[in-house]
């Protein structure tokens, strides 16, 4: 009987290895869990983050398609659209999920420095929209400089003539 105690005595707890596997489990859940609060990221900083990363989409397009890729500012600065250039006019690039026409956020202005094209002025009604920067199909883009900015802050990025974008923070 006393040997009928102990078999019932080793069963009735838990073991080591029971434990740790139950505490590896908590612990990976919470891992999980804590990987998806991820703090809040100011408008600006989004904007600037996705239009890089749309810029080098553009650049590599341009590259691939042979043909030149621009971009647009629409609305004052509140948006922006990428266009190609075939049969001698600038179509906008709707086709293309990544580099579709996108809006800023509210308080999110877009303005370009050192601009190679202007608005064209013998087109009154704006219908033939032309980029105020390109990517070359060489990849001999001209350097320039976008700003995005609220009332807050600002953000500029540099596209170098080597085809590298930096970016600076400031007001």
Excluded: C, K
């Amino acid at each position: 009987m006393h040997a009928g105690r102990t078999y019932r005595a080793r069963e009735a707890g838990l073991s080591l290895i029971e434990i740790l596997v139950g505490v590896s489990i908590l612990a990976t859940v919470a891992f999980a869990v804590s990987l998806s609060f991820q703090p809040a990221r100011p408008p600006l900083d989004e904007a600037a983050d996705r239009l890089a990363a749309r810029l080098q989409v553009a650049s590599e397009e341009a590259v691939t398609s042979g043909v030149p890729v621009g971009l647009v500012i629409d609305d004052f600065g509140a948006g922006y659209a990428f266009y190609r250039y075939v049969d001698q006019r600038w179509w906008p690039l709707a086709d293309h999920p990544a580099l579709r026409a996108r809006r800023l956020p509210d308080n999110v202005r877009l303005m370009v420095r050192d601009a190679m094209f202007t608005a064209n002025e013998d087109d009154p009604a704006g219908a033939a929209a032309v980029p105020v920067i390109w990517f070359d199909p060489a990849g001999l883009t001209e350097p320039f400089r976008l700003r995005l900015e609220t009332a807050e802050a600002a953000i500029e990025l540099d596209w170098q003539a080597a085809g590298g974008l930096s970016r600076r923070a400031g007001l």
